[in-house]
Nanobody, 117 residues
Framework: QVQLVESGGGLVQAGGSLRLSCAAS????????MGWSRQAPGKQRELVAR???????FYADSVKGRFTISRDNAKNTVYLQMNSLKPEDTAVYYC???????????WGQGTQVTVSS
């Protein structure tokens, strides 16, 4: 099992920045990919960014050039630096993790990000 705890959400004005953190615990040795997804009211959850153990990254088109995902293996933590925030970035952001050789995805409890115009 893997436990994920997010932090860093909040209220920010458009154009501002926030950094989300996600600390992983449990069977972290088998985690091969971690990422961030978000879900706005009335919308489906969407993948925002993902980082693999190799360091390769993926970004949704809507956040390319504004968001940066990174990880600190020593702290078992993944970060999402969000710059130039827009009101449409308002959502609950969820950390997720996948384990090599195990089905399914682990999810954190979510953290609210609200961007005011």
């Amino acid at each position: 099992q893997v436990q994920l705890v997010e932090s860093g959400g909040g209220l920010v004005q458009a154009g501002g920045s926030l950094r989300l953190s996600c600390a992983a615990s449990g069977s972290i040795f088998s985690i091969n990919r971690m990422g961030w997804s978000r879900q706005a009211p009335g919308k489906q959850r969407e993948l925002v960014a993902r980082i693999a153990n190799s360091g390769s990254t993926f970004y949704a088109d809507s956040v390319k050039g504004r968001f940066t995902i990174s990880r600190d293996n020593a702290k078992n933590t993944v970060y999402l630096q969000m710059n130039s925030l827009k009101p449409e970035d308002t959502a609950v952001y969820y950390c997720n993790a996948e384990r090599l050789g195990y089905p399914g995805t682990y999810w954190g409890q979510g953290t609210q990000v609200t961007v005011s115009s």
